[in-house]
């Protein structure tokens, strides 16, 4: 199935229906008083996080949403129905902007609520609310009130506590294959993983989640490759694992990796360098142990990053990701207490 994880949209929420203007008659009843009822009031466009959704590919032929308008009132004082809301389903973590001013206005994870985008008009008044004691027979009514319309902009942002990022092939799929139910394509070529897919991790404790996005590589802020588009999945997760290719056929030694890599990471528009990010050194099925000692001594000298942000794996055997995945419940747990 196509992945999609950007649209755009107009919704118009519904008009209030019109007040009526309408007088009694009834027999042995001369002068019968107003008796218009108000305008019903139109329908609300309303989102709603719908937990079997994970693309936004609904919106790609269907980009307008027009919500009904309430009913007339009438006689006898009789208001005019309500229009029923036209709600939309949306997957978890789609924030919604307003198209025109770039402002967000909606940030969709929770599926508990329903989140009203567009108010629909509330219902005009019809004639009985017009009688005074100088105006007994008004004809007076007021016209429904416009609902809401809006140009909006759908972007989904993931939710994720770890996000994988690595120049292609680093061994990211194969990694989240290994540790999770998630089963990311993975191939010994460039660009295999052409979406971001979410594996759940059970812990010892606790579970979080990983999430695998397609490769970067050097110039990707500028278009290269697949750009950095993607990094929309990773931009709420705490925490990044940083691979790099201790095999890399490029060439590229983990220093330029890690260097190039955050360069990338950087030029995104949150700046995800900010975020908390360990260096996994994979592949080491293919290196001997002298090797790696030199890694971690380049590694923490040159870009000044701790030893314990460091670690060696291999996501093809699984040796060293039990120890990597413990690490990361722990610091994962520990953040979850400390903002509750
Ligand atoms: N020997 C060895 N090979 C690995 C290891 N991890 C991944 N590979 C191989 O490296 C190649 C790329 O693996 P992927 O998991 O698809 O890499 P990726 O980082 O997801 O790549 P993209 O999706 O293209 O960004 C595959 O042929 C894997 O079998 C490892 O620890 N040891
Ligand atoms: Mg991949």
Same mark, same amino acid.
């Given at each position: 199935m196509n992945f999609i994880d950007e649209a755009f949209l107009e919704v118009r929420a519904g008009n209030g229906g019109a007040g009526a203007s309408s007088f009694r008659r009834e027999k042995y009843i001369p002068f019968?008083? @107003?008796? +218009?009822?108000?305008? +019903?009031?139109?329908?609300?466009?309303?989102?709603?996080?719908?937990?079997?959704?994970?693309?936004? *590919?609904?919106?790609?032929?269907?980009?307008?949403?027009?919500?009904?308008?309430?009913?007339?009132?009438?006689?006898?004082?009789k208001t005019?129905?309500?229009? #029923?809301d036209l709600v939309i389903d949306i997957p978890k973590g789609t924030v919604i902007y307003d198209d025109i001013s770039g402002d967000e206005l909606l940030d969709c994870c929770d599926d508990d609520i329903e989140y009203v985008l567009a108010k629909g008009g509330d219902g005009g008044q019809g004639n009985a609310r017009f009688k005074s004691s100088t105006n007994q027979a008004p004809r007076k009514f007021t016209l429904g009130f416009e609902g809401e319309v809006r140009?909006?902009?759908?972007?989904?942002?993931?939710?994720?506590?770890?996000?994988?990022? +690595?120049? @292609?092939?680093?061994?990211?799929?194969?990694?989240?294959?290994?540790?999770?139910?998630?089963k990311p394509k993975i191939g010994s070529y460039p660009f295999t993983t052409l979406r971001p897919h979410? +594996?759940?991790?059970?812990?010892?404790?606790?579970?979080?989640? *990983?999430?695998?996005?397609?490769?970067l590589i050097e110039g990707a802020s500028e278009g290269a490759?697949?750009? *950095?588009?993607?990094?929309?999945?990773?931009?709420?997760?705490?925490?990044?694992?940083i691979f790099v290719d201790l095999y890399s056929t490029d060439n590229l030694d983990p220093i330029e990796q890690i260097k190039l890599l955050k360069n990338e990471l950087s030029a995104y528009k949150d700046d995800l360098t900010q975020k908390i990010s360990w260096i996994v050194c994979n592949k080491i099925d293919l290196i001997n142990n002298d090797d790696l000692e030199i890694h971690s001594?380049? *590694?923490?000298?040159?870009?000044?990053?701790? #030893? #314990?942000?460091i670690f060696f794996i291999s996501a093809a055997t699984g040796e060293g990701t039990q120890k990597l995945l413990q690490s990361l419940e722990e610091v994962i747990s520990q953040s979850k207490l400390d903002l509750t």
């Amino acid at each position: 199935m196509n992945f999609i994880d950007e649209a755009f949209l107009e919704v118009r929420a519904g008009n209030g229906g019109a007040g009526a203007s309408s007088f009694r008659r009834e027999k042995y009843i001369p002068f019968g008083g @107003p008796d +218009g009822g108000d305008g +019903g009031k139109g329908a609300d466009v309303v989102f709603r996080v719908n937990l079997n959704k994970n693309t936004l *590919i609904d919106f790609q032929n269907k980009r307008v949403f027009i919500a009904k308008n309430g009913r007339p009132g009438s006689g006898k004082n009789k208001t005019g129905s309500a229009a #029923e809301d036209l709600v939309i389903d949306i997957p978890k973590g789609t924030v919604i902007y307003d198209d025109i001013s770039g402002d967000e206005l909606l940030d969709c994870c929770d599926d508990d609520i329903e989140y009203v985008l567009a108010k629909g008009g509330d219902g005009g008044q019809g004639n009985a609310r017009f009688k005074s004691s100088t105006n007994q027979a008004p004809r007076k009514f007021t016209l429904g009130f416009e609902g809401e319309v809006r140009f909006i902009r759908l972007e989904l942002k993931s939710l994720a506590d770890v996000g994988l990022v +690595g120049f @292609p092939n680093a061994g990211k799929s194969t990694f989240l294959n290994k540790v999770s139910s998630a089963k990311p394509k993975i191939g010994s070529y460039p660009f295999t993983t052409l979406r971001p897919h979410l +594996g759940a991790i059970e812990g010892s404790n606790s579970s979080f989640v *990983i999430a695998d996005i397609p490769g970067l590589i050097e110039g990707a802020s500028e278009g290269a490759g697949l750009g *950095i588009k993607f990094l929309q999945h990773i931009s709420r997760t705490g925490l990044l694992l940083i691979f790099v290719d201790l095999y890399s056929t490029d060439n590229l030694d983990p220093i330029e990796q890690i260097k190039l890599l955050k360069n990338e990471l950087s030029a995104y528009k949150d700046d995800l360098t900010q975020k908390i990010s360990w260096i996994v050194c994979n592949k080491i099925d293919l290196i001997n142990n002298d090797d790696l000692e030199i890694h971690s001594r380049h *590694i923490q000298e040159e870009l000044d990053i701790a #030893e #314990e942000d460091i670690f060696f794996i291999s996501a093809a055997t699984g040796e060293g990701t039990q120890k990597l995945l413990q690490s990361l419940e722990e610091v994962i747990s520990q953040s979850k207490l400390d903002l509750t």
